[in-house]
């Protein structure tokens, strides 16, 4: 197998190992990693909803199941949806007070986790790699 070919199956295997990892740090919140990302997006928008196509776009992960994910926050209250103003047939999502307060908690769980990790590579080694892996993608 070329250097190539190890390298990038290095990288799925970390992502995926950094995936399993968030999700069983998130565990004891009753969150799992996609419903964490999708918090994340919810609460960069800054109060401002949008769609679940938009955070489809948005996600890490592409997830053909946003709207089952969605549904399972607005049943923790963590997320509200409305009908759009602008197109009747699709929903606004928006963070919740209760969503916002809990993605603290989450936040610093998951900064914990990566903590090791980049204290592991300094500055320069973290720019070295995220060139890298940009440049992977062309």
Request: aromatic share 6%; no cysteine; hydrophobic share 35%.
């Amino acid at each position: 197998m070329s250097k190539y070919y190890l390298a990038i199956h290095e990288i799925i295997r970390t992502g995926h190992w950094i995936t399993d990892s968030i999700s069983k740090e998130l565990k004891e919140f009753g969150i799992y990693e996609p419903q964490y990302n999708v918090l994340r997006i919810l609460q960069s928008e800054k109060g401002s909803p949008i769609s679940v196509n938009a955070i489809l776009d948005q996600m890490v992960q592409r997830s053909s199941n946003v709207t089952r994910i969605v549904d399972k926050l607005a049943l923790k209250g963590l997320v509200e949806r409305t009908i759009s103003l602008e197109d009747r047939r699709k929903m606004d999502i928006l963070i919740t007070e209760e969503g916002e307060n809990l993605l603290q908690q989450l936040d610093a769980k998951v900064k914990e986790f990566h903590q090791p990790m980049m204290d592991n590579l300094n500055q320069k080694e973290q720019e070295v790699l995220t060139e890298l892996i940009k440049k992977l993608r062309g």
